[in-house]
Structures are given as C-alpha cells and as structure tokens.
C-alpha cells in the first residue's frame, strides 16, 4: 500500500472532469489538483512554451511527493509527454492516448473527427496515435479556439456557444466521420450541445473514464494502490484567484471544494531549474 497523493493538472479548470472520474472510480485514494490559471489558456500558445509549463508542473508536483501524475489537459499531453514520462521519477498518464484507442474502437467508417485546441491539432499526436492503432482511419481535426472561453463564461449554453460548435462542426460533418473525439477537458461540459448539432449517429469520444481506469490499472500494477478500505481526500492548488477557481471548479468537478492554496508561478518555476 502507498499513501501518498496522485497529482493531477491542467491549464485551468477543465481537467477537474477527469479528476471527477477519478474520484469517482477511486475514492480511496488522495489527489492534488493543480490549476495553472494564471497563464491560461495554453492551446493558442507554441508547443515549446506548453511544454516547458507542463515540465515546471511536472516538476513541482513530483518534489510534493506524489506517485503518480495525470496531466488532465490535451494540449500539455499533446506537446510534452514524451519528455515527462523520461524526465520524470513517477509514472505519468495523459489523456489522449485513451481517447484515440477509444475512438478507433467506436468508429464504423473509419471516419474519425477531432474537435482541440490550436495547440493540440497543431501537435498532431492524435493522428501519430490514431494511425499506430489502425492506418486506414482518416482523421479530420479542427481547432475550435473560440470554445473554451464560451464554456468558462456566464452563459455556456447560450447561442454563442451553439453558434460556434456548428462553426467547428460543419467540416466534420462534410467529411461523413461517425465518431468525433472532444479534445479538449473543456468540451464535455456541453457535450448535450455537440450531441444535437452531430445526432446520434455520431459517437462522442472523451476519455475521462478511460483515463481513471487508466490510473487505476496503473496503480495496481505497480503496487502503489492505497488501502481500499479508507475514504480519500482531496485538494486543490491554483496560479491564479483561488476564489474564483473555487466558484468555476465547482461547476467543473460537481462535487465540494473547499480550500484553494494560491501557488506562485515562479515556485514552479523554481521546480524545474
């Protein structure tokens, strides 16, 4: 048994729809969240820049001696995997490779549609990923940068958003893919909205349950699971305003927050030098 925390971070609030399945499929284990709120959003940024803020967190989270760590955010996965499984002492698991085995395994067609961040299509993990797993699927990706500030708004469902998911929609749709995969940690909060614009004969992929069983797999193998019979706990780090993470995460994470503990930028920086 190891008692220690799983870490777990994204650019913002969205990877909390990951955490929520994690504490879901393992309430006894403890988890820090970390929120880099203060240089969102990533997925405009160069891949470069991502990735050194993902090996800062990475960093930082390791030196809080944590067992394992989840990078909860497409656009951190896509640009610095690689270099946090080798650089890093303690197993790390992202988000895109359960999507991508998820979506070869729905698609009928071999039609497959990717809605991310910039920085995220740009990475073309998806596609390295999709490929490895069948070379015939094609995979039509489009950025959809005006998404995540709608979702993080006042009025996530109004028509700006529905407006938008149309925008991004359409080529998708043209191209005939039965399997679309939301890329991003943001865009499950209005799946309802891209289920009516694609129908239901178009299967959404989004790997939060894939990626907590992912995590649970992980802890099991290695023999790092805690003690089943407890109730774990969890808490939260932020860049940015501590009470504004609480008033957005918990429409993210749907479950209490209490506590938020402000981290300087320059401690992460600090980490990683």
Do not use: W
């Not at 071999?110 to 069948?134: F, K, W």
């Amino acid at each position: 048994m190891d008692g220690r925390a799983v870490g777990v971070f994204d650019s913002g609030v969205g990877g909390l729809t990951v955490l929520h399945e994690c504490l879901v499929t393992l309430p006894h284990e403890d988890f820090v969240y970390l929120g880099d709120h203060a240089r969102l959003p990533y997925g405009p940024r160069p891949l470069a820049q991502v990735r050194g803020f993902a090996r800062e967190i990475g960093s930082f989270l390791e030196a809080q001696d944590v067992k394992l760590i989840v990078v909860a955010c497409n656009s951190a996965t896509s640009a610095a995997m690689p270099q946090l499984q080798s650089e890093l002492s303690v197993p790390v698991i992202g988000v895109i490779a359960p999507e991508a085995r998820a979506a070869v395994q729905a698609t009928r067609n071999r039609r497959v549609g990717l809605l991310a961040t910039q920085a995220t299509v740009d990475a073309g993990r998806y596609g390295d990923l999709v490929h490895a797993l069948d070379a015939g699927v094609e995979l039509h990706s489009v950025a959809c940068p005006r998404l995540v500030p709608l979702i993080e708004s006042d009025d996530p469902y109004g028509d700006a958003t529905e407006e938008a998911v149309r925008e991004y929609a359409a080529p998708l749709k043209d191209a005939g893919v039965d399997t679309v995969i939301l890329g991003c940690t943001h865009y499950p909060l209005i799946r309802p909205l891209f289920q009516r614009v694609f129908g239901r004969d178009v299967t959404l992929v989004f790997s939060a349950e894939e990626t907590a069983r992912e995590v649970s797999d992980t802890l099991a193998r290695k023999r790092i699971e805690n003690d089943a019979a407890r109730t774990g706990v969890y808490r939260f780090l932020t860049t940015g305003d501590p009470a504004a993470f609480r008033e957005m995460g918990r429409r993210f994470l749907q479950l209490p927050i209490a506590d938020v503990e402000h981290v300087a930028v320059s401690r992460l920086e600090g980490a990683a030098a």
